[in-house]
């Protein structure tokens, strides 16, 4: 069974940063996908962004400019620095890895005040 752990989430001002990280229990250059996505109160959970093994990288709009992921393999860990951030981009955020199967972590909460 692939586990998937989160950290790095908490409090912040906006305007701030912060970085998550997403450590799995197996190689992540077996997944052929790996993302982020995130869930805000009362809204469905929404893509963040992705990358790919082989390196190309997919953002939402929102994020742009802003967001960037990364993929450590020598950690097994991925990255999500975020930026200039938002009192928007509060939300639990999720990590997400794909091979034969879909894993998800258990999510991190993301909170930006004003």
């Known amino acids: 069974q692939v586990q998937l752990v989160e950290s790095g989430g908490g409090l912040v001002q906006a305007g701030g940063s912060l970085r998550l990280s997403c450590a799995a229990s197996k190689r992540i250059s077996s997944f052929n996908l790996m993302g982020w996505y995130r869930q805000a109160p009362g809204k469905q959970r929404e893509l963040v962004a992705t990358?790919?093994?082989?390196?190309?990288?997919n953002y939402a709009d929102s994020v742009k400019g802003r967001f960037t992921i990364s993929r450590d393999n020598a950690k097994n860990t991925v990255y999500l620095q975020m930026n200039s951030l938002k009192p928007e981009d509060t939300a639990v955020y999720f990590c997400?890895?794909?091979?034969?199967?879909?894993?998800w972590g258990q999510g991190t909460q993301v909170t930006v005040s004003s």
């Open positions: 997400n890895a794909v091979d034969w199967f879909n894993y």
């Open positions: 990358a790919t093994s082989g390196g190309s990288t």
